[in-house]
């Protein structure tokens, strides 16, 4: 099993420029998440998506946009990045229905905004 | 705000040795984690202890849960060097927000 698979694993932009992380889970799990790491912070939930076809705002939303392409994909688009979003972001996913709050995480996309 | 507080932020131990990272969280929960999280890695899931229990065990993992002083602690015995690694306690007070704290970061000395 791949498990939660999120790609770029690296990624360099400049100011102004956009991006999308993508990440995708082969669990068939209903809910997925982003969250961002930043030194001596813990990881802050920018969005989640209880269920294919919603999501929602987490505790760090500004300047990032989702997408719940379909129950398996979930993408993050940065569409004006800033120095402030150098971070590392991680996509997880977890069953909510079954009542698991289990997560599971993807390896992790290492952004600098230069 | 983050809902759960880390203490110590860094251990430092001799394998061995027994581990203790401790919890505090503000608000009541459904549930806690605990996740490790290896150096330039994603997290990976330990234990989950629900409202209701009070001591989880699992290995060489030992975790309780104090809902009256909001506090949770995970022990780890008899480290190995294999054991270095930031570990995160996550509250889950419903919805879909589970919440991370800051971490611990343990580093076992062979």
């Known amino acids: 099993n791949a498990g939660v698979t999120q790609t770029p694993k690296f990624q360099v932009l400049k100011t102004g420029q956009s991006m999308t992380l993508q990440c995708a889970q082969d669990?068939?799990?209903?809910?997925m998440y982003w969250y961002r790491q930043d030194p001596g912070m813990g990881l802050r939930l920018i969005y989640y998506s209880a269920s294919e076809g919603t999501t929602d705002k987490g505790e760090v939303p500004n300047g990032y946009n989702v997408s719940r392409l379909n129950k398996r994909e979930f993408s993050l688009r940065l569409e004006s990045a800033a120095p402030s979003q150098t971070s590392v972001y991680f996509c997880?996913?977890?069953?909510?229905?079954?009542?698991?709050?289990?997560?599971?995480f993807g390896q992790g996309t290492r952004l600098t905004v230069v | 705000s983050q809902q759960g507080e880390e203490d110590p932020q860094a251990l430092s131990i001799q394998e061995g040795e027994n581990a203790t990272m401790n919890c505090s969280y503000k608000?009541?929960?459904?549930?806690l984690q605990w996740y490790r999280q290896n150096s330039g890695r994603g997290l990976v899931h330990l234990i989950l202890i629900r409202s209701n229990e009070r001591e989880k065990h699992s290995g060489r993992l030992r975790v309780t849960l104090d809902t009256s002083k909001k506090s949770s602690s995970l022990l780890i015995t008899a480290s190995r060097a294999a054991d270095t690694a930031s570990y995160f306690c996550a509250t889950d007070a419903g919805g879909f927000k589970t919440i991370f704290g800051a971490g611990t970061r343990l580093f076992v000395k062979a």
């Open positions: 608000t009541s929960i459904n549930n």
């Open positions: 997880a996913s977890s069953d909510r229905v079954t009542g698991s709050t289990e997560a599971f």
């Open positions: 669990m068939n799990h209903n809910s």
